[in-house]
Nanobody, 116 residues
Framework: QVQLVESGGGLVQPGGSLRLSCVTSGSILRFYAMRWHRQAPGKERDLVASITNNDRTFYADSVKGRFTISRDNAKNTVYLQMNTLKPEDTAVYSC??????????WGQGTQVTVSS
């Protein structure tokens, strides 16, 4: 059974930073890609960033230049460094892993609130 556990969310002022972590049960190398999604109240869940096993990254236009996704294979962890946060970044952020056969797994999510 695959488990993903996110941490690092919280309340931050506009312009501040947070780093989210997502730890996978077992080896992270089982997965082709690791992704961060977010869902704001009343909105659909959107892909924020992704990273593949060969470190190819993707970012949504709304976070380019502010967010950085990275992975530490030894710690089975993927990170999302979020800088220059804006109120519109407020959402539940969820970690998602995609295996080579297409199976997809999700964490429970962590709340990020950007407010003064």
């Amino acid at each position: 059974q695959v488990q993903l556990v996110e941490s690092g969310g919280g309340l931050v002022q506009p312009g501040g930073s947070l780093r989210l972590s997502c730890v996978t049960s077992g080896s992270i190398l089982r997965f082709y890609a690791m992704r961060w999604h977010r869902q704001a109240p009343g909105k659909e869940r959107d892909l924020v960033a992704s990273i593949t096993n060969n470190d190819r990254t993707f970012y949504a236009d709304s976070v380019k230049g502010r967010f950085t996704i990275s992975r530490d294979n030894a710690k089975n962890t993927v990170y999302l460094q979020m800088n220059t946060l804006k109120p519109e970044d407020t959402a539940v952020y969820s970690c998602n892993s995609v295996s080579y056969n297409g199976d997809s797994y999700w964490g429970q999510g962590t709340q990020v609130t950007v407010s003064s």
